[in-house]
């Protein structure tokens, strides 16, 4: 059982837009402003999407949006697009001892 | 270019060890952190610790101790993640990733599948 939670699916037609979240605690994502999120096709390494709550990597569109509230992070995406149908996985700094979490990913199907 | 290039493809017995490297290259070895990270077939992600390049010290998560052990050889920029007491249930695909001061991976290897059956 992963410590953050994530629905394991989401869906959405091109053009629009989807929200995917990602509930931990106050010991992780609601103490900290250190929740990332990750992209991850197929067979592939996951990809950096968003840092640090809502701050965005060079080359990522800005399609890709993300934010926070008490302990739940969400991750927005609009104008959907087929190449955004991939597992996205949230994470959060968790402290000195556990020092990263993880959610359990969401399996974005774009139909 | 920042690249991570990790090992092979493992296949090992229950009981035995695996290790498995992560060459860095493209920046200073010595800058950043490196995690181990570790995804089962099908399943999420899981951390698994950190090295600190520069002076080699290290930080597992509690499900691996005692059977973790990272290092690092600052001469070839390479790092290791080396698991024993290997279980059917460690067969995952490990990922070394470099880590950001805000708490976040920027750069990841490309995967190395262990898979562990007798």
């Not at chain 1, 609009?78 to 990263?100: I, K, P, R, T």
């Not at chain 2, 930080?59 to 290997?86: C, H, I, N, P, W």
């Amino acid at each position: 059982q992963s410590a953050l939670t994530q629905s394991p699916s989401a869906s959405g037609s091109p053009g629009q837009s989807v929200t995917i979240s990602c509930t931990g605690t106050s010991s992780d994502v609601g103490g900290y402003n250190y929740v990332s999120w990750y992209q991850q096709h197929p067979g592939k390494a996951p990809k950096l999407m968003i840092y640090e709550v809502s701050k965005r990597p060079s080359g990522v569109p800005d399609r890709f949006s993300g934010s926070k509230s008490g302990n739940t992070a969400s991750l927005t995406v609009s104008g959907l697009q087929a190449e955004d149908e991939a597992d996205y996985y949230c994470s959060s700094y968790a402290g000195s001892n556990n020092f990263v979490v993880f959610g359990g990913g969401t399996k974005l199907t774009v139909l | 270019q920042v690249q991570l290039v990790q090992s092979g493809a493992e296949v090992k017995k229950p009981g035995a060890s695996v290790k498995v490297s992560c060459k860095a290259s493209g920046y200073t070895f010595t800058s950043y952190y490196m995690h181990w990270v570790r995804q089962a077939p099908g399943q999420g992600l899981e951390w698994m610790g950190i090295i600190n390049p520069t002076g080699g010290s290290t930080s597992y998560a509690q499900k691996f101790q005692g059977r973790v052990t990272m290092t690092r050889d600052t001469s070839t920029t390479t790092v290791y993640m080396e698991l024993s007491s290997l279980r059917s249930e460690d067969t995952a695909v490990y990922y070394c990733a470099r880590f950001w001061s805000g708490y976040f991976y920027d750069y990841w290897g490309q995967g190395t599948l262990v898979t562990v059956s007798s």
